[in-house]
Structure formats: structure tokens, C-alpha cells
């Protein structure tokens, strides 16, 4: 069993520039994560292509819809064989549930609380009145554990306090920059899109199960490396 905790993040729009990415670093990360951008453009058939390499798939599809949508979805993707599926906790219980009912044998649902790219003033501008994505993930942690999920997705500034109230959650921690890469400014470490960073170190030695990462590894002048480098301060 393989317990290095990244997962590498495949946002590239070329399967074949996405399986060699993937091919080189595979020693050195715990499994790969497919989201939206690759989902949409290679499906299926790309899920199956990644799968050659022999890591766990994370199938990062933030599902967010009526329950009997999200499940119907859930059911559609059981022949892939995720180890991870992601849905938005702000599809409500009911969503959360039916969406665990339908996950296949092996697979953990997790919930998206606040994404890593909001702060306080993006969620004042969607109504949320606390304005506060500390307090809104603890409150998304509280409602995905409740609805019987195996975990969350928030930003490494909030799973020391998830974890504190949720002992046996998975957690799931995007918006990683390495602090070395922070500081010397290398390529793909700079925040980008996200406004809710930390580092890999930090996120795990508070609690993360799991460590998302793609630029920092995929926009690296030399990949192999930066995955090394991370791996090492783990
Ligand atoms: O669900 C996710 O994985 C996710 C949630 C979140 O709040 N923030 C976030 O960045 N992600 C994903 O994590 C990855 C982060 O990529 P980098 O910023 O390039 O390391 C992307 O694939 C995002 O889709």
C-alpha cells in the first residue's frame, strides 16, 4: 500500500501530455486526481488511460445538483473505480446522502466546503452571512459528517479545527504551495486562483489525509524534481 499522501492534480488539457506528467512523477505521489478540465474533455476514456499507470484516480466531478441527479451520477461511475469523489456540501443533506447510497464499494465521498479560492468577501458576495470560511467549513464539516460522508475538502488553514471535531474524517487539502517554492518564486508556485494557502508540510502535520497539488508539481520546470522536493518534506 502506498501512503505518500499527494495526490497530483491533472488540470492539462492534452491527455497524452497528462499521462506522461502523471508516468514521471509516479513514483513519488500516492495517486492522481482527474477534475472537471480533464472529465470534460476526455471522459470516460481518458479515466481509463490514467488507470494504466496503476495509482488510485480521484475523480474530483464537485458534484452539485438535485439527489436523484447526483446519485444517478454516482451510479455512472462506479465502473471507473474512483478511490475519491468529491460533491459540494452545499447540495444539502439529502444530496450527501443519496450520493454516498449510490458511491461504489471502495470509494470515499467527500464534501467540498469553502472552495480555496474564496475569502471572506467573495462569500459576503453570495449571501453568506458569517463571511467568515473558517466558521462556514466547520459548519459544511458538521453537516457532511452528519449526513454519514467520509470527509471533507477544505483549505489547510481549516483542518487542524475539522479534525479536532471529526477524529476519523478523511480530509482532503487543496491550495498547496510549497514554502521553499514561495520563497524562491520558482514557476507554478505562485497563489494564482487561490486565496487559502499553506504548505504541504503544514496541511499533513495538521491533519490532512490527503494533499492536493498541480501547479506547483505540473508548472515546475522540472516536475520530477518539485514532486521530490515536496515528497522530501513530508
Ligand atoms: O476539490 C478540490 O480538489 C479543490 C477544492 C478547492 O477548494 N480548491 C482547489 O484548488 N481544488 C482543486 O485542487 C487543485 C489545486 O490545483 P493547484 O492550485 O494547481 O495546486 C485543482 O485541481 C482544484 O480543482
Redesign the pocket.
Known amino acids: 500500500m502506498n501512503h505518500n499522501p499527494v495526490y497530483l ?1 491533472l ?1 492539462l488539457p492534452r491527455l497524452d501530455a497528462a499521462e506522461a506528467l502523471a508516468r514521471k512523477v509516479a513514483g513519488h505521489i500516492g495517486g492522481i ?1 482527474l ?1 472537471l478540465e480533464f472529465f470534460c474533455a476526455h471522459g470516460h476514456h481518458g479515466v481509463h488511460e490514467l488507470h494504466k499507470i496503476g495509482l488510485p484516480i480521484f475523480l ?1 466531478l ?1 458534484l452539485h445538483d438535485i439527489p436523484n441527479t447526483v446519485a444517478g451520477a454516482m451510479q455512472a461511475i462506479h465502473v471507473l473505480q474512483p478511490s475519491i469523489v ?1 460533491v459540494h456540501a452545499a447540495g444539502g443533506r439529502a444530496m450527501m446522502e443519496d450520493a454516498k447510497a449510490a458511491a461504489g464499494e471502495n470509494c470515499k465521498v467527500v464534501a ?1 466546503t469553502v ?3 474564496l475569502d471572506g468577501d467573495d462569500l459576503a458576495a453570495i449571501g453568506v452571512s458569517a463571511a467568515d470560511p473558517h466558521a462556514q467549513a466547520l459548519r459544511l464539516a458538521e453537516l457532511a459528517h452528519s449526513a454519514g460522508l467520509d470527509g471533507i ?1 477544505c ?1 489547510g488553514h481549516e483542518v487542524g479545527a475539522v479534525h479536532s471535531q471529526w477524529k476519523d474524517g478523511y480530509f ?1 487539502v ?3 504551495r510549497p514554502a521553499e517554492g514561495r520563497a524562491n518564486g520558482s514557476a507554478g508556485n505562485g497563489k ?1 486562483d ?1 486565496k487559502r494557502i499553506v504548505s504541504p508540510r503544514e496541511a499533513r502535520d495538521a491533519g490532512a489525509s490527503v494533499l ?5 508539481i505540473s508548472r515546475a520546470e522540472d516536475p520530477l524534481a518539485a514532486a521530490r522536493a515536496i515528497e522530501a518534506t513530508l
Open positions: 492534480a488540470d486526481k477534475g474530483d464537485k468529491t467540498v472552495l480555496t479560492s475538502v483549505s482532503v487543496p491550495g498547496l494564482g487561490q492536493v497539488i498541480g501547479r506547483p
